[in-house]
């Protein structure tokens, strides 16, 4: 597929981040939209951005609220797609959304860590489900599935559990990597590629605190305020002289500083997985931290979980996420 003129693309977790970066290159490119997110009031900012852009004659955007990791949800949003696009089929399918939370099988809830891979991994898995179909219907087709460096390296440091996200990441990434021979066999219109970005200047801190909790506030709850008291415990900082204030403003300024301080914007990583789509890459690494951290994870394997090995690569290539 080497242009996206007059296609339709589903892309879910449209609301922020990459996802609302990937429907606004995508509508630049004469490409038709449908998107899904949990947060209405997300979506309307990625449509009134798209149209400040000045969306091509013919592009048609479409907004539709599902939680990607029930089944149901993703049904009602294609039936919804078939309907308002008026079309029995799709070109591009972006299984985008993610959340992170659930880091750990000991010290964290069942529930958040269930969410957690839900999302990641059942969101992809449900999402191939959904649209396969109308994927197959199209003369040419191509699923990109998000996977993560987490998805070759299961850790953000030594200090921070990290089991749900990085589970459900291999999960994307081995169910990816598997379908490109049964599409090639039983499908061969249809391509894919398994998308494993670094640290990229995303909304998913802020996001994945709202999903967890079930709320579309930016104030944080007593109970989030104490796990959150927890967490910055469990990385080595004192917090029994913290207010509750204080430790609200550390959340704060750890979800700006992912967004605000990246290496990559939001905005490149599209560009970056959208050329990787059209040169029909299957792999498409995002980022100058994905390219090193492969290179390091390879190079020493058997060292990837080890201490040193994150503050050698830390110090090196300059990474700030994680400890």
């Known amino acids: 597929m080497k242009d996206f003129a007059g296609k339709i693309a589903v892309v879910t977790g449209g609301g922020t981040g990459m996802g609302r970066e990937l429907a606004r290159q995508l509508v630049a490119e004469g490409c038709s939209v449908a998107m899904c997110d949990v947060s209405a009031k997300a979506m309307a900012e990625t449509v009134r951005l798209i149209e400040a852009d000045g969306a091509p004659q013919g592009t ?3 907004t539709h609220v599902a939680d990607v990791s029930l089944e149901a949800a993703l049904i009602a949003f294609r039936d919804e797609l078939a309907a308002e696009h008026q079309t029995d089929r799709v070109h591009l399918l972006f299984n985008n959304a993610g959340i992170g939370g659930g880091g750990s099988m000991v010290a964290d809830s069942r529930a958040a860590w269930e969410k957690t891979f839900n999302v990641c991994w059942g969101g992809v898995y449900l999402g191939v489900r959904t649209f396969l179909p109308m994927l197959m219907a199209a003369d040419e087709a191509h699923i990109v599935n998000t996977s993560s460096v987490n998805g070759f390296w299961a850790t953000i440091g030594p200090n ?3 089991t749900a996200y ?6 994307v990434k081995g169910f990816t990597e598997a379908l490109v021979t049964d599409l090639r066999l039983n499908a061969p219109h249809v391509k894919c590629s398994v998308v494993m970005p670094g640290h990229i200047g995303t909304s998913i801190v802020a996001n994945s605190r709202k999903v967890q909790a079930g709320v ?13 008291r927890a967490r910055i415990s469990a990385a080595g ?8 204030a204080a430790v609200a403003a550390l959340s704060a300024e750890a979800a700006r500083r ?10 490149a990583a599209a560009k970056v997985i959208l050329d ?13 931290d994905a390219l090193q951290i492969d290179q390091w994870v390879r190079r020493d394997p058997e060292r990837a979980y080890e201490p040193e090995f994150f503050a050698d690569f830390a110090r090196e290539v300059g990474w700030k996420l994680g400890g």
């Open 258 to 267: 992912f967004l605000e301080d990246a290496p990559m914007s939001a905005a």
């Open 166 to 171: 990085a589970a459900a990441k291999f999960a």
């Open 160 to 162: 921070t559990p990290h």
């Open 60 to 62: 048609r955007v479409s």
């Open 237 to 244: 900082l004192d917090t029994s002289q913290l207010t509750d």
């Open 276 to 288: 990787g789509v059209k040169a029909e890459r299957w792999r498409i690494l995002v980022g100058e």
């Open 216 to 228: 579309d506030s930016d104030e944080l709850s007593a109970d989030e305020i104490a796990q959150a």
